[in-house]
Protein backbone atom coordinates (compact mmCIF):
# COMPACT_ATOMS: atom_id res chain seq x y z
CA UNK A 1 0.00 0.00 0.00
CA UNK A 2 1.63 3.68 -0.50
CA UNK A 3 1.53 6.23 1.84
CA UNK A 4 3.10 8.23 4.47
CA UNK A 5 5.12 6.81 7.07
CA UNK A 6 6.39 8.49 10.06
CA UNK A 7 8.25 7.23 12.73
CA UNK A 8 8.34 7.07 16.15
CA UNK A 9 4.83 7.71 17.18
CA UNK A 10 6.23 9.19 20.57
CA UNK A 11 9.66 10.24 21.59
CA UNK A 12 10.71 11.59 24.63
CA UNK A 13 13.75 13.92 24.91
CA UNK A 14 15.53 16.05 27.46
CA UNK A 15 15.94 19.68 26.92
CA UNK A 16 18.70 20.60 25.08
CA UNK A 17 19.31 17.57 23.24
CA UNK A 18 18.92 17.70 19.36
CA UNK A 19 16.24 14.80 17.74
CA UNK A 20 15.53 14.02 14.30
CA UNK A 21 11.86 13.04 13.04
CA UNK A 22 11.32 10.23 10.12
CA UNK A 23 9.19 11.05 7.43
CA UNK A 24 9.18 8.79 4.18
CA UNK A 25 6.30 8.39 1.44
CA UNK A 26 6.16 5.81 -1.74
CA UNK A 27 3.47 7.75 -3.12
CA UNK A 28 6.53 9.11 -5.52
CA UNK A 29 4.93 12.62 -4.92
CA UNK A 30 7.52 15.68 -5.79
CA UNK A 31 6.22 17.69 -2.43
CA UNK A 32 6.97 17.08 0.76
CA UNK A 33 6.26 19.17 4.23
CA UNK A 34 6.67 19.73 7.88
CA UNK A 35 4.03 20.74 10.03
CA UNK A 36 3.67 21.48 13.74
CA UNK A 37 0.50 21.19 15.39
CA UNK A 38 -0.65 22.97 18.95
CA UNK A 39 -4.07 22.81 20.33
CA UNK A 40 -6.24 25.30 19.06
CA UNK A 41 -3.73 26.96 16.69
CA UNK A 42 -4.38 24.62 13.59
CA UNK A 43 -1.22 23.26 11.60
CA UNK A 44 1.08 25.40 10.83
CA UNK A 45 4.08 25.10 8.09
CA UNK A 46 7.70 24.63 9.02
CA UNK A 47 9.22 23.50 6.16
CA UNK A 48 8.63 22.01 2.53
CA UNK A 49 10.48 21.10 -0.16
CA UNK A 50 9.28 20.46 -3.76
CA UNK A 51 12.25 18.97 -5.34
CA UNK A 52 15.43 16.67 -3.78
CA UNK A 53 18.26 18.76 -2.48
CA UNK A 54 16.39 21.84 -2.30
CA UNK A 55 13.92 22.77 0.59
CA UNK A 56 12.36 26.31 2.03
CA UNK A 57 11.71 28.35 5.36
CA UNK A 58 7.87 27.95 6.38
CA UNK A 59 5.94 30.40 9.01
CA UNK A 60 7.78 28.91 11.82
CA UNK A 61 11.22 27.52 10.88
CA UNK A 62 13.17 28.69 13.98
CA UNK A 63 15.20 25.99 15.75
CA UNK A 64 14.02 23.31 12.62
CA UNK A 65 16.35 22.20 9.91
CA UNK A 66 15.59 19.58 7.15
CA UNK A 67 17.44 17.64 4.63
CA UNK A 68 16.13 16.20 1.24
CA UNK A 69 18.60 13.76 -0.03
CA UNK A 70 16.15 11.41 -1.28
CA UNK A 71 12.40 11.64 -2.89
CA UNK A 72 11.11 9.40 -0.46
CA UNK A 73 12.28 11.11 2.44
CA UNK A 74 12.74 14.38 4.42
CA UNK A 75 13.64 14.57 8.13
CA UNK A 76 12.71 17.03 10.46
CA UNK A 77 15.35 17.75 13.05
CA UNK A 78 14.27 19.88 16.28
CA UNK A 79 17.58 21.15 17.39
CA UNK A 80 17.97 22.70 20.75
CA UNK A 81 17.31 26.21 19.65
CA UNK A 82 13.62 25.61 19.70
CA UNK A 83 12.32 27.18 22.21
CA UNK A 84 9.15 25.15 22.85
CA UNK A 85 9.87 21.97 21.16
CA UNK A 86 7.07 19.81 22.64
CA UNK A 87 4.30 19.59 20.00
CA UNK A 88 2.20 17.21 17.33
CA UNK A 89 4.43 16.98 13.86
CA UNK A 90 2.64 15.85 10.69
CA UNK A 91 4.32 15.40 7.64
CA UNK A 92 3.02 15.81 4.25
CA UNK A 93 3.15 15.15 0.52
CA UNK A 94 1.86 15.63 -2.78
CA UNK A 95 2.13 15.45 -6.19
CA UNK A 96 3.44 18.74 -7.38
CA UNK A 97 4.09 21.67 -5.46
CA UNK A 98 1.67 24.57 -4.69
CA UNK A 99 -2.24 23.94 -3.77
CA UNK A 100 -2.91 20.52 -4.77
CA UNK A 101 -4.32 18.20 -2.69
CA UNK A 102 -1.91 16.95 0.51
CA UNK A 103 -1.57 13.46 2.33
CA UNK A 104 -0.49 13.65 5.14
CA UNK A 105 1.36 10.91 7.95
CA UNK A 106 0.09 9.15 11.11
CA UNK A 107 2.11 12.47 13.01
CA UNK A 108 4.66 12.12 15.67
CA UNK A 109 3.81 13.17 19.33
CA UNK A 110 7.25 14.68 20.49
CA UNK A 111 7.40 15.47 24.30
CA UNK A 112 10.71 17.24 25.61
CA UNK A 113 11.11 17.86 29.27
CA UNK B 1 -2.13 35.93 1.21
CA UNK B 2 -4.87 33.64 1.45
CA UNK B 3 -6.73 32.64 4.71
CA UNK B 4 -9.59 30.37 6.26
CA UNK B 5 -11.60 31.13 9.15
CA UNK B 6 -13.55 28.30 10.82
CA UNK B 7 -15.81 29.88 13.40
CA UNK B 8 -17.11 27.39 15.44
CA UNK B 9 -14.24 25.62 17.89
CA UNK B 10 -16.24 23.13 19.15
CA UNK B 11 -19.82 21.24 18.01
CA UNK B 12 -22.24 19.17 19.85
CA UNK B 13 -24.90 17.34 17.96
CA UNK B 14 -26.74 14.52 19.09
CA UNK B 15 -26.18 10.92 17.08
CA UNK B 16 -28.47 10.86 14.07
CA UNK B 17 -28.81 14.56 13.69
CA UNK B 18 -27.55 16.83 10.68
CA UNK B 19 -24.27 18.28 10.57
CA UNK B 20 -22.84 21.87 8.92
CA UNK B 21 -19.49 22.88 9.80
CA UNK B 22 -18.58 26.42 8.48
CA UNK B 23 -16.04 27.89 6.48
CA UNK B 24 -15.00 31.02 5.32
CA UNK B 25 -12.20 31.92 2.74
CA UNK B 26 -10.15 34.89 2.15
CA UNK B 27 -8.79 35.21 -1.80
CA UNK B 28 -8.95 37.48 -4.47
CA UNK B 29 -9.86 34.39 -6.57
CA UNK B 30 -11.46 31.35 -6.51
CA UNK B 31 -9.54 29.14 -4.81
CA UNK B 32 -8.77 25.45 -4.71
CA UNK B 33 -10.75 24.26 -1.53
CA UNK B 34 -10.75 21.23 0.33
CA UNK B 35 -12.43 19.61 4.03
CA UNK B 36 -9.86 17.58 6.05
CA UNK B 37 -10.55 15.40 9.24
CA UNK B 38 -8.08 14.39 11.96
CA UNK B 39 -8.89 11.63 14.78
CA UNK B 40 -7.24 11.89 17.78
CA UNK B 41 -3.49 11.56 17.92
CA UNK B 42 -3.81 10.80 14.19
CA UNK B 43 -2.63 12.50 11.10
CA UNK B 44 -5.06 14.16 8.45
CA UNK B 45 -7.12 12.77 6.70
CA UNK B 46 -9.06 14.03 3.17
CA UNK B 47 -12.65 14.53 2.86
CA UNK B 48 -13.08 16.31 -0.43
CA UNK B 49 -11.97 18.74 -2.68
CA UNK B 50 -13.25 21.70 -4.91
CA UNK B 51 -11.25 22.35 -7.63
CA UNK B 52 -14.05 23.16 -10.48
CA UNK B 53 -17.19 23.11 -11.70
CA UNK B 54 -20.17 21.32 -9.75
CA UNK B 55 -20.25 23.71 -6.56
CA UNK B 56 -22.00 20.56 -4.57
CA UNK B 57 -19.39 18.29 -4.18
CA UNK B 58 -19.52 14.74 -2.60
CA UNK B 59 -17.00 13.01 -0.57
CA UNK B 60 -16.24 10.33 1.37
CA UNK B 61 -17.84 8.75 4.56
CA UNK B 62 -21.29 10.45 3.84
CA UNK B 63 -19.99 13.93 3.62
CA UNK B 64 -20.94 16.95 0.96
CA UNK B 65 -19.50 20.72 1.31
CA UNK B 66 -20.79 23.46 -1.18
CA UNK B 67 -19.49 26.32 -2.10
CA UNK B 68 -20.58 29.79 -2.04
CA UNK B 69 -18.61 32.32 -4.06
CA UNK B 70 -20.75 35.48 -2.86
CA UNK B 71 -20.42 34.59 0.72
CA UNK B 72 -16.76 33.04 0.05
CA UNK B 73 -17.58 29.89 2.13
CA UNK B 74 -17.45 26.10 1.92
CA UNK B 75 -19.28 24.20 4.81
CA UNK B 76 -19.35 20.92 5.49
CA UNK B 77 -22.37 18.90 5.86
CA UNK B 78 -23.74 15.21 6.67
CA UNK B 79 -27.08 14.59 6.62
CA UNK B 80 -27.00 11.99 10.10
CA UNK B 81 -24.07 12.02 11.83
CA UNK B 82 -22.27 8.94 13.50
CA UNK B 83 -20.94 8.71 16.58
CA UNK B 84 -17.66 7.51 14.51
CA UNK B 85 -17.69 11.18 13.07
CA UNK B 86 -16.35 12.58 16.46
CA UNK B 87 -12.74 14.09 15.56
CA UNK B 88 -11.22 17.40 14.35
CA UNK B 89 -12.06 18.97 11.14
CA UNK B 90 -10.22 21.24 9.22
CA UNK B 91 -10.52 23.47 6.29
CA UNK B 92 -7.98 24.15 4.03
CA UNK B 93 -8.04 26.54 0.77
CA UNK B 94 -4.74 26.44 -2.06
CA UNK B 95 -4.12 29.49 -4.63
CA UNK B 96 -4.47 28.65 -7.89
CA UNK B 97 -1.78 29.13 -10.11
CA UNK B 98 1.06 28.67 -7.85
CA UNK B 99 1.93 28.94 -3.91
CA UNK B 100 4.34 26.46 -3.78
CA UNK B 101 3.82 26.25 0.24
CA UNK B 102 0.66 24.82 -0.45
CA UNK B 103 -2.14 24.78 2.00
CA UNK B 104 -3.02 27.43 4.60
CA UNK B 105 -5.75 25.55 7.28
CA UNK B 106 -8.33 27.11 9.27
CA UNK B 107 -7.84 26.26 13.29
CA UNK B 108 -10.26 23.37 12.98
CA UNK B 109 -13.87 22.39 14.73
CA UNK B 110 -13.58 20.02 17.22
CA UNK B 111 -16.88 17.85 16.61
CA UNK B 112 -18.51 16.52 19.67
CA UNK B 113 -21.27 13.32 19.24
CA UNK B 114 -23.51 12.87 21.79
CA UNK B 115 -25.78 9.78 21.83
Known amino acids: DGGITQSPKYLFRKEGQNVTLSCEQNLNHDAMYWYRQDPGQGLRLIYY???????QKGDIAEGYSVSREKKESFPLTVTSAQKNPTAFYLC????????????FGPGTRLTVT | AQSVTQPDIHITVSEGASLELRCNYS??????LFWYVQSPGQGLQLLLKYFSGDTLVQGIKGFEAEFKRSQSSFNLRKPSVHWSDAAEYFC?????????????FGKGTHLIIQP
Open chain 1, 92 to 103: ASSMVGGSVEQY
Open chain 2, 92 to 104: AVGARGGGADGLT
Open chain 1, 49 to 55: SQIVNDF
Open chain 2, 27 to 32: YGATPY
